[in-house]
């Protein structure tokens, strides 16, 4: 219309607005304190955790915390700024010192459905080791982009050679001779 109405020709640019909000969900059950060579899954899920969220805040996103597993959730809002990340880490690392019982995954991305009021991106952490993943997982997709990255033990899939095995379940505390 404007190139219309002055015969001169006009080109209306746009800058994208990035206004992202980045929750990491991280998965601190017993599960997750197995590990066999030098560092346990928690731990790896706690490196890649800071790893995304010091990106997002290079793009100065928002960037939140929940901690699940367990009796208890650990929940950080989406803020801006490296204290708040660093706290963040922090949390994550504190929460990491004491793994245990089972994961809730579904009960977790009921909270962040409840909480989270504009969609995002929700990056679940986790070894996955819960009976139920693919309806959690739905319903975090349907208002949110959302990312899951499966923190594998190579241990955890090859039984050792030979003999009589004694395996603990380390979410329930089961004892099992195989």
Known sequence: ????????????????????????ALDVSGSMGFGSLDRR???????LAAVLSFAALQNRDRVGLLL??????????????RTHVETAVRDALVAAESTGGAADLNAAARFLDRVLVKPGVVVVISDFLVSEIEHPMRRLAMR?????????????ERLPAGGLARFRDSESGKVINV
Not at 68 to 78: D, E, H, I, L, T
Request: aromatic share 6%; hydrophobic share 40%; charged share 30%.
């Open 1 to 24: 219309n404007v190139t219309a109405r002055s015969g001169v020709p006009h080109v209306k640019q746009f800058v994208e607005e990035r206004d992202l909000t980045l929750v990491v």
């Open 41 to 47: 899954k928690v731990d790896l899920g706690i490196e």
């Open 68 to 81: 699940f597993g367990g009796k208890a959730m650990r929940y950080v809002p989406p803020r801006r700024g």
């Open 144 to 156: 949110h982009d959302t990312v899951a990255f499966a923190i594998r033990d190579p241990r955890e």
